[in-house]
Structure formats: C-alpha cells, structure tokens
C-alpha cells in the first residue's frame, strides 16, 4: 500500500490552502493558519488536523490502523 505524506491542509476560517507535509510517526492535534492565524484542532471525532482539514488522511488512517495510540 502507498501511504500519501503530502497533504493540502484548507483553513475553515479563511479558506486559505497550505501544503504540508504529514509527519508519520506523531498525530498533528494544533496547526496555526499562516493566513489568519486561527489556531485549528481536530473535529470532534478525528485524530489529528489532515483528517480534519487535509487533502489526504493521515498515514495511519490511510494504513487502515489506528493513530496516536
């Protein structure tokens, strides 16, 4: 299985769209839009802000495990 480690995380506040590089062996929980500025977390339910915001799950989602356990 290919696990994708480049996602394009979207700000829910201002749209702006930022690539970024997803880290394969720690959860991302805060990212800070470098736009706004807004401090964003998960959505409810979620493990980290790829999930949340990002183009791409992240790599342990896409690997069908479980993350930040």
């Not at 702006?16 to 590089?21: I, R, V």
């Not at 720690?26 to 979620?46: S, V």
């Not at 183009?55 to 479980?66: A, L």
């Amino acid at each position: 299985m290919n696990v994708i480690l480049d996602s394009v995380i979207t700000c829910p506040h201002c749209s702006a769209k930022h690539a970024e590089k997803m880290p394969v062996d720690a959860c991302m929980y805060f990212y800070e839009c470098t736009d706004c500025k807004k401090l964003l977390k998960p959505i409810p339910g979620d493990c980290c802000v790829f999930c949340s915001y990002g183009s791409e799950k992240c790599p342990p989602i896409q690997m069908n495990r479980s993350c930040c356990t």
